[in-house]
């Protein structure tokens, strides 16, 4: 018998099934794209360290140091202020030394001075050997010891200043400082009067325009002793 071939058939795709096909794959290519996009979102997010993006018109911080506020600047303490007379004792002081031999006074300046807002007069008694001991009042008067007589002083108000031992002049008897000592225009000094030199004492007189708060201070290179005066007197003794 003749063989006969056995064929299939296959039949044939309707244009339905070839639609309903298409659709499919396009879904899930559109899955996969979408599953990717989302692996994708979290990997960035871990890496730039998880935190949640700003909200549209949130200021975001700008990476560097934080801004520090401005420097205030103090206002100087004498700034907007008038110069005030400082506020010294008025008694007596005294100070006891014995250099040998004794320091010899050469010279006797007076000048006004400004300081951290204090107004003071100072007068610089400047010594060759040493500084000697002192004391330092007010007095009613000036009396010169060699003639008891007052010393004449211009002011209201007086201040006597003993140096000892001390000398006013050199080895031939000659004065080593001027007398008397002009003050013009100065606040509260207005003369300055050597009023002795006698036997390892120096005496000074000095008028002032009232009875003013003082202090006393040593200095050297030179040797010095500075008679500080508040530049405002307080009254008349």
Same mark, same amino acid.
């Given at each position: 018998?003749?063989? !006969? ?21 396009? /879904? ?9 996009? @989302? !692996? ?64 010899? =006074? !050469? ?5 006004? *001075? ?5 107004? %003071? ?5 400047? %010594?060759?050997?040493? !500084? ?25 108000? %007086?201040?006597? @200043? ?7 002049? *050199? ?12 003050? *013009?225009? =100065?606040?509260?000094? /207005? ?6 030199? %006698? ?6 007189? @000095? ?7 003082? /202090? ?6 030179? *040797? ?14």
């Amino acid at each position: 018998m003749p063989s !006969v071939s056995s064929r299939t058939s296959t039949p044939a795709s309707t244009p339905g099934a070839q639609q309903t096909g298409g659709a499919r794959a396009a /879904r899930r290519r559109a899955g996969g794209l979408l599953s990717l996009a @989302i !692996v994708l979102g979290v990997a960035a997010g871990c890496s730039s360290g998880g935190g949640p993006a700003p909200a549209p018109g949130t200021p975001t911080a700008t990476a560097g140091a934080a801004a520090s506020p401005s420097p205030l600047t103090a206002p100087s303490p004498s700034e907007g202020q008038a110069p005030s007379a400082p506020a010294w004792p008025t008694g007596p002081t005294s100070l006891v030394r014995a250099p040998a031999p004794p320091p010899r =006074l !050469v010279g006797v300046t007076a000048a006004h *001075d400004l300081t951290a807002g204090l107004s %003071f007069d100072r007068v610089v008694l400047t %010594f060759n050997g040493g !500084v000697p001991g002192y004391t330092a009042h007010y007095v009613s008067k000036v009396i010169s010891p060699g003639e008891g007589s007052p010393v004449p002083l211009a002011g209201q108000a %007086f201040f006597e @200043i003993v140096l000892q031992p001390a000398t006013a002049h *050199d080895d031939a008897g000659t004065p080593t400082v001027a007398s008397p000592i002009a003050a *013009d225009g =100065l606040p509260a000094i /207005r003369q300055i009067a050597l009023a002795g030199d %006698f036997e390892g004492y120096v005496h000074l007189g @000095i008028g002032l325009t009232g009875v003013t708060g003082y /202090r006393v201070t040593q200095l050297t290179g030179p *040797d010095r002793l500075v008679f500080d005066f508040a530049g405002q007197a307080t009254g008349a003794p």
